[in-house]
């Protein structure tokens, strides 16, 4: 008889941690970036995030608007492609059950913020690409040109808000989901944060 696994795949802790962390580097790139000056002199080097750590040494000169903006559009595309491959392994290897300490509407309430962090994940990236998209600069993937701008101001303006607004859902939701990881490690004790790691 077959063995009901009790713990994640390797592939699905990998992805989940790199993602996660992946997830949170972004909302910080993304305020970081929405304080950058619109008018600054262009520059071929970059102090990245100003922290004194490395200097990104371009082949021509930009803003730091355009060097950070396109920056952001590029590994937001990279953290996109890794949530699709993420979401394509969840379908094709189901997670284990949930622990059996846990009360019924504890369960319903894990299964339904796991699969809402599903939707909003995807989401979010994808109202970045559609409001880059619609805007005048198109998305680069590391210079590498993916999709032309369309040059629609109101269609920009639209994702812009959606980027925004899906942000916070995710942020809200992010939020339940580590008070709710906090409660089970250090209130019930139960080992669930050990299901997610190689242990
Ligand atoms: C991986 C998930 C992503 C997260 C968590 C994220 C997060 C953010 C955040 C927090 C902001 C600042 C919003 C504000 O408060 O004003 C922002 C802005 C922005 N994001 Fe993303 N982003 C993601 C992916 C993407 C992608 C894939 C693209 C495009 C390919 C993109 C394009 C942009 C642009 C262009 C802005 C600046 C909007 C403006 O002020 O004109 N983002 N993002």
Do not use: C
């Not at 996660?20 to 102090?47: H, N, R, T």
């Not at 595309?77 to 290897?93: D, K, M, P, Q, S």
């Not at 962090?117 to 600069?137: E, F, H, Q, R, T």
């Amino acid at each position: 008889m077959a063995t009901v696994s009790t713990k994640y795949t390797k592939t699905a802790v990998i992805l989940h941690w790199l993602i996660g962390f992946g997830i949170i580097f972004m909302f910080l790139f993304g305020w970081y970036m929405e304080d950058l000056p619109k008018e600054a002199p262009k520059v071929m080097s970059f102090d990245l995030f100003d922290l004194g750590i490395y200097t990104w040494q371009l082949s021509a000169e930009v803003s730091p608007r355009t060097f950070y903006f396109n920056l952001h559009k590029s590994l937001g595309i990279t953290i996109l492609g890794l949530i699709a491959f993420r979401v394509f392994w969840r379908l094709t290897h189901p997670a284990p059950a949930l622990i059996k300490t846990m009360k019924a509407w504890e369960k319903k309430l894990a299964n339904a913020t796991h699969h809402a962090l599903y939707l909003i994940m995807v989401l979010v990236p994808l109202s970045g690409a559609a409001m880059a998209l619609y805007s005048k600069y198109g998305i680069k993937w590391f210079g590498i040109p993916l999709a032309e701008g369309l040059g629609d101001d109101a269609m920009r303006d639209i994702f812009k808000n959606a980027h925004k607004i899906i942000g916070i859902i995710l942020l809200v939701l992010l939020g339940l989901h580590i008070l709710a990881v906090l409660k089970h490690t250090f209130v019930n004790k139960d080992g669930t944060l050990k299901r997610m790691t190689f242990k």
